[in-house]
């Protein structure tokens, strides 16, 4: 059981370039959510997915693409990378039965990203 | 919009000392609230989940509470260690959404 894993740990872009951020789960929960974290800030939510198919956009949005094809995956599309982007992305899962049961938050180790 | 707040941003402490951090958030209607623990360079690890129809949750020398009406949690962290250094996040989880705080980067001296 992996939990959350998510490729790759480190990746250094050109503006303009683009790339794919890729996230499984084996636990089969039907949430997975991507965030990135800035310096010394928390975590601020790019889009989420309740379920193959379905997507929805967080917070900060702008500048990236999801999709859910599949319970396990959901890769995050960087287009035109810009030096903004450069953050660390987390990728997480939880399990929802119920419209008042927010699972507990499970998380991957993190994607440093570098746009030069 | 949801928004959450943690206070004090930094705490340096000396070892053996008994603490509290703060989490405070806008809408009460949280479903869940979760607290983790982040080292430098580390993704987050989940200390407690305290669910909504829960007061407190406890593991170990770690205590969370939860007041929804007040929006307030805490995380009291007893006899505090060097190797409880970390930055610690709270979490207000919600209908498929979660908001997070900034942070509170502890530091225990030996």
């Known amino acids: 059981n992996a939990g959350v894993t998510q490729t790759p740990k480190f990746r250094i872009l050109k503006i303009g370039q683009s790339m794919t951020l890729q996230c499984a789960q084996d636990m089969n929960h039907n949430y997975m959510y991507w965030y990135r974290q800035d310096p010394g800030m928390g975590l601020k939510l790019i889009y989420y997915?309740?379920?193959?198919?379905?997507?929805d956009k967080g917070e900060v949005p702008n500048g990236y693409n999801v999709s859910r094809s599949t319970t396990e995956d959901f890769p995050l599309r960087l287009e035109l990378a810009a030096p903004s982007q450069t953050s660390v992305y987390f990728c997480?899962?939880?399990?929802?039965?119920?419209?008042?049961?927010?699972?507990?938050?499970?998380f991957g180790e993190g994607s440093r990203l570098t746009v030069l | 919009k949801q928004e959450v707040t943690q206070i004090p941003a930094a705490l340096s402490v000396p070892e053996g000392e008994n603490l509290v951090l703060n989490c405070s958030f806008t809408?009460?209607?949280?479903?869940?609230l979760q607290w983790f623990r982040q080292d430098p360079g580390k993704g987050l690890t989940s200390l407690l989940l305290?669910?909504?129809?829960?007061r407190e949750q406890t593991s170990g020398r770690l205590n969370a509470s939860l007041d929804k009406s007040s929006g307030r949690s805490t995380l009291y962290i007893a006899a505090s260690q060097p190797g409880d250094s970390a930055t610690y996040l709270c979490a207000a989880l919600g209908a498929g959404k979660s908001t997070f705080g900034d942070g509170t980067t502890l530091t225990v001296k030996p």
């Open positions: 997915s309740v379920g193959a198919g379905i997507t």
């Open positions: 997480a899962s939880s399990y929802l039965n119920s419209p008042r049961n927010t699972g507990e938050l499970f």
């Open positions: 809408d009460s209607a949280i479903y869940n």
């Open positions: 305290i669910q909504s129809s829960q």
